[in-house]
């Protein structure tokens, strides 16, 4: 059977990534076929709206095929990757300028190229058992697919503070910074759903909405945005222990696991990416940091020891933070030439509310 599915029921058009062993995770030709599909929905006037959904019961998607990317940093040329994400980051911008709805249900887990086919949906609907993340510091890559463009717009330093320590979230905390628009129970989904196939996506949801459960980022914004607003990882590891605080003490334990360069790396793409403000140019910027991150030893040792060895246990290189310098880190936004995504080179980047 196909990785991702498609079909139709009364108005709504709907995709399903169909890879439940590997929790749903992206392949190449995955992102191509719903790309097709896209092109196909905008044009039917009988589709009113998208949905997407994942198969199985763990979550919606966690992330891309990082295999396939250590494989290719590691013993290929880096090729195949940077295809990839040229894809991938293209149907990024696209969900997020679609002129038809696009709900998309993020039960369970989603995490890195999850978030990318979701959380820049029109319409995003989290549960219950939601568990969102942008883990990527943590294999030594940085927050990508529009990743830092979305969590430079959470509010205060929250979004920085996930997108350096990786930390996942729940329903409550992931409207809080903007990465999702409604909660419902996830018994709800399928009625829900189901109530798309004839009504409004408006009208569906006044059926299904519900309050969330309480979240933890808003009893913790104090000193997240205190810590997280300084201006090196180093100074931000030091607030967070000298605040008397167990969670941040513990939020400083978790940085000082993480890769040194990609923390290094992922800060400045964040204050970059709030200057920066449109989505294509920082699609443009995370492309240039991803594929200069195929080129180092960090990436290809994290992937080993989080999902291939799972010794939990990476090497990485630099070691410490003080030896990654702001030279080092200037090099990942460097222009790629030819190579530039130029995702904001003449496109149209009109924002549409068609429902």
Known sequence: MSDVLFHTSGHAAHITLHR???LNALTHEMVLRIDEALTE?????AVATVVLTGAGERGLCAGGDIRAIHDDARDGDGSASAAFWRDEYHLNARIARYPKPYVALMDGIVMGGGVGVSAHGSVRIVTERSRIAMPETGIGFVPDVGGTYLLALAPGELGTHLALTGASIGASDALLCGLADHHMPSASLRPFV?????LPVREALARHVQDPPAG?????REWIDTCFAADTVEEIVQRLLDQGDLAAKETAETLLTRSP????VTLAAMRRARRIGLLERVLDQEYRVSCA????PDLVEGIRAQVIDKDRNPAWSPATLAEVTDADVQRFFAPL???ELGLADGSDTTEEAAW
């Open 293 to 296: 991150m195929l080129t180092t």
């Open 337 to 339: 030439g030819e190579r």
């Open 41 to 45: 929905w905008e044009h039917d006037p």
């Open 216 to 220: 933890e980022q808003a009893g913790r």
């Open 20 to 22: 439940p062993r590997a």
């Open 194 to 198: 189901d109530d798309l196939a004839e």
């Open 261 to 264: 360069t990609a923390l290094k």
